[in-house]
DNA sequence: ACCTGAACACCGTTCAAGT
DNA sequence: ACCTGAACACCGTTCAAGT
């Protein structure tokens, strides 16, 4: 509804936010944000350059945490763990965050965000080669995970026959043993 | 552009997939899908509920096409790589199939995809649990990773870096192997 | 049964104009 | 610098009416 605070990145982020958990992705859109913050629509594009970028920012939101969590790990196994982990806890806070994530498209070239998101498992002893490959893998396993996971009528049926978080964990587990059984023999 | 044929289902979908080809999924509406088919939008609605189904039944293509590969391997290992396999070459050979994937609402009630999708494993020795439990997994990579792997920036930027197909399959062969790492011990 | 034409309530985005 | 009002070219969907 009408409100007060400044408008900016952040404010229509949020705005966008709540307007997602309250619409879903499908009803997201520029004028329910802009009257969410009690402002017209085209006022979002001082701020923003379009709707595709405030999805990125919104996407971006999960990259972050995922981030934070990379650096708290040992070894690059518990390090992929953390921050798929921490990943997956920041989107399932908001409806809808897997599709944001698959409808975004990146903000900064690619090339400079793998170095930060490879360097901490650099550290721990990967090849950026393996760190880039095997991160890959676990992001793309989360956010396809959290995708069905959020697909309602898929939740639905499968929380009787599943656990989310141990079936999740499984197969991360998995993914992130096998990374290491690949190396050193079968 | 005009067409001939007559109008049903199966001719709907080709089209959909004509445009989601040229258009992207941004750019995918029933009003271009009619037209590439010589009709009008609202004709659709006779042979369509809506937009959602039609998006719905583009995603069930990939999932038959990954339901027959999955009766081909011997072990349930096997199984659940070729699926996987088979499954992603089916969607690269669309565009934005991944966004298509994850927007897609389940056309069956779970309850009666979940049979046909787990059956083969349960054959080749798993627990129904496990079977569900592996495949959600498999497919969630599977998806995410075509995700990725079909997000512009992304790809431009990545395919200096890593061998996608080396890549993917790594990852998969990873999870799997690790599936039976976590049953009989460490 | 199957399709058209016209309409409704929305979109994202642009752009002059205000302050 | 930052926002409004009005407009443009689209949407998905409904529904009477045609055949």
Redo the contacts between chains.
């Keep these: 509804m009408g409100a007060s605070a400044k408008l900016d990145r952040s404010a229509i982020l949020e705005a966008a936010f709540e307007v997602l958990n309250q619409e879903g992705l499908e009803g997201l859109s520029l004028r329910l944000v802009a009257e969410q913050l009690g402002v017209q629509a085209p006022a979002l594009y001082w701020h923003v350059r379009n709707k595709a970028e405030l999805i990125s920012l919104m996407a971006a939101t999960f990259a972050e945490a995922s981030g934070r969590a990379v650096l708290a790990g040992r070894t690059w196994q518990d390090k992929l763990i953390l921050s798929a982990q921490a990943r997956r806890q920041a989107m399932l806070a908001r409806r809808d965050s897997?599709?944001v994530?698959?409808?975004a498209?990146?903000l900064r070239?690619?090339?400079e965000a793998?170095p930060q998101l490879t360097a901490p498992l650099v550290t721990a002893g990967l090849t950026s080669?393996q760190a880039?490959?095997?991160q890959?893998?676990v992001?793309?396993?989360?956010?396809?995970?959290v995708?069905?996971e959020q697909?309602?009528?898929?939740h639905?049926?499968?929380t009787q026959?599943?656990d989310f978080d141990a079936?999740?964990t499984?197969?991360l587990?998995?993914?992130?043993?096998?990374?290491g059984?690949?190396e050193s023999g079968s």
């Design positions: 897997a599709r994530c698959v409808m498209q990146p070239s690619a090339a793998a080669r880039l490959s095997y890959a893998a992001i793309a396993y989360t956010v396809g995970w995708a069905y697909s309602q009528a898929m639905d049926f499968l026959l599943i079936s999740f499984t197969g587990h998995a993914m992130v043993r096998g990374f059984a690949g």
